[in-house]
């Protein structure tokens, strides 16, 4: 947890959806970090991504968006899926040892 200037309290919020994170980026929520993680059940690796969200704001943005109620511009969430879809490929490319590729 983090208090900027204007006194407003954030918190680091992670997901693995990334439609719930592109949803974010689209609002302008800054992505902090995206990590590959092993899942624990099937041991497939997925992408964690790192939101800092005002804490006021996240329970109101996950009922929004999963309730289907939030809105976003589309083309500006679909640049912003089309970003982290590219992040996960590059990460797996690494991931696999492939730098050639990236060049």
Partial sequence: MSIDINGV??????TSDIYFAAYL???DIPLELAEP?????SGHKKMIFHFKVPSKD???????FF????TVKVQKFVQQL???KSMCYVVF???LGVTSLLL
């Fill in 9 to 14: 309290e954030y918190v680091t919020y992670a």
């Fill in 25 to 27: 980026g689209a609002l």
């Fill in 37 to 41: 993680k092993e899942d624990r059940g």
């Fill in 58 to 64: 996240i329970q109101r943005l996950k009922s929004s």
């Fill in 67 to 70: 309730g289907g109620a939030g």
């Fill in 82 to 84: 089309r970003s982290l």
């Fill in 93 to 95: 490319l690494l991931s």
